[in-house]
């Protein structure tokens, strides 16, 4: 097996995918606290990791946002964004990553749906002064499992290691969500060392 260090200035003079997707991070202040978030209407995942001077991110909290299928749309949106708030209020992260929307042509509507509990998470960071930044999936599964297909045994498999967990992460929306919070700690890592 052949490795190879890490050199910064062949990065940074490659315009390579790792460097153009860390840059986009360049204006957002170093976050300490990362709180992830996969959206949903049923379920939203949330996580927050610590960025620690040296090694690797800490756990700090985890669980999932509910709320209930029979309720009125508006009535869910507000649950969701009262969760998000009071979370956002307790732990003060210094900044909210959500997922983005991606869309199949099989299911279009499933995007549209997941836009409004997303647009209530933006809203709720955006009140809060709380700096907000998305990754796809894909960029996620590639980053935290090396594969942008990676299925949700395999994040929450991910997930367990990276953090040292004694048990995977349950339900996958709150693997998901820890995923989303290292991918960004990884990308600022990435930032950190381009400069």
Partial sequence: MKTQSFDPELLKNS????????????NLPAARLILGVDPGLHRTGYGLVEVQKKGAPLFVEAGFLTAKAKDPMPLRLQNLFDGLCEIIKEYQPDIVVIEDLFSTYQHPRSALLMAHARGVFLLAAQQSNVPVHSFLPNEVKQ?????????????????????KLAAAPEPPDVADALAIALCFAARQETVAKLK
Avoid at 20 to 26: D, I, M
């Fill in 143 to 163: 980053v935290i499992a090396g594969n942008g297909h990676a299925t949700k045994t395999e994040m929450q498999a991910a997930v367990k290691a990276r953090l």
């Fill in 15 to 26: 315009g390579g995918s790792v460097a153009r997707r860390a840059k986009r991070l360049e």
